[in-house]
């Protein structure tokens, strides 16, 4: 079975500095994709960033960038320029290629930023 | 588009009551997931289902039960409820296994 980790429960950043949330999965496939959501106090979920596994080049959206390592099984989320409405609970996600609508999520990493 | 709809938002059962979650779509998703959050953990799959007529089991499927009669309805249905099952419930939806998935407000479920 699939595997994902975020070993940092909180993690807090300074407003216009960057951050980086860590992931880690674990699997046996070959293709996959990656997600990163967001889920502020709305408790909303919100796609950040999708990364597909067969794309050497690392997804980018805006001020969010991934460091997508496919032989090491991580995959960093980078905000640049971090803004207070950044303030959420961030989830790594895996999904099979051939798995339908199936998610896999990690325990999520709480982003603090201060003014 | 209203995307993915959930009712109610907020519920409180007694221990062994049954209820249904309600989740719909009008973006002619094929694809349809439940998905429950408890505290301090990520989201994890009940019940999903591709199509019409058409459901599977997820990683915490005991005490729920799907049905997909209609591509745009997708219903959770509670036997009988037990205090393990208070959480936050998400319902999500994508036109393929590929594509993004759209997630529905949430249900906060309280069984007391």
């Known amino acids: 079975a699939q595997t994902v980790t975020q070993s940092q429960p909180e993690m807090s950043v300074q407003e216009a500095e960057t951050v980086t949330l860590s992931c880690t999965y674990d699997?046996?496939?070959?293709?996959?994709?990656l997600f990163w959501y967001k889920q502020p106090p709305s408790r909303q979920m919100i796609l950040v960033i999708r990364?597909?596994?067969?794309?050497?080049q690392n997804a980018t959206e805006n001020r969010f960038s991934v460091n997508f390592q496919k032989a090491a099984k991580s995959f960093s989320l980078k905000i640049s320029d971090s803004q207070l409405g950044d303030a959420a609970m961030y989830f790594c996600?895996?999904?099979?290629?051939?798995?339908?609508?199936?998610?896999?999520f990690g325990e999520g990493t709480q982003l603090t930023v201060n003014p | 588009n209203a995307g993915v709809t959930q009712t109610p938002k907020f519920q409180v059962l007694k221990t062994g009551q049954s209820m249904t979650l309600q989740c719909a779509q009008d973006?002619?998703?094929?694809?349809m997931s439940w998905y429950r959050q408890d505290p301090g953990m990520g989201l994890r799959l009940i019940h999903y289902?591709?199509?019409?007529?058409?459901?599977d089991q997820g990683e915490v499927p005991n005490g729920y039960n799907v049905s997909r009669s209609t591509t745009e309805d997708f219903p959770l249905r509670l036997l009988s409820a037990a205090p393990s099952q208070t959480s936050v419930y998400f319902c999500?939806?994508?036109?393929?296994?590929?594509?993004?998935?759209?997630f529905g407000p949430g249900t906060r479920l309280t069984v007391l």
């Open positions: 999500a939806s994508s036109y393929s296994g590929l594509d993004t998935q759209y």
């Open positions: 699997t046996s496939e070959s293709d996959y994709y």
């Open positions: 990364q597909e596994a067969y794309k050497q």
């Open positions: 996600a895996y999904s099979r290629e051939t798995s339908g609508s199936r998610l896999t």
């Open positions: 973006m002619n998703h094929e694809y």
């Open positions: 289902s591709v199509g019409a007529g058409i459901t």
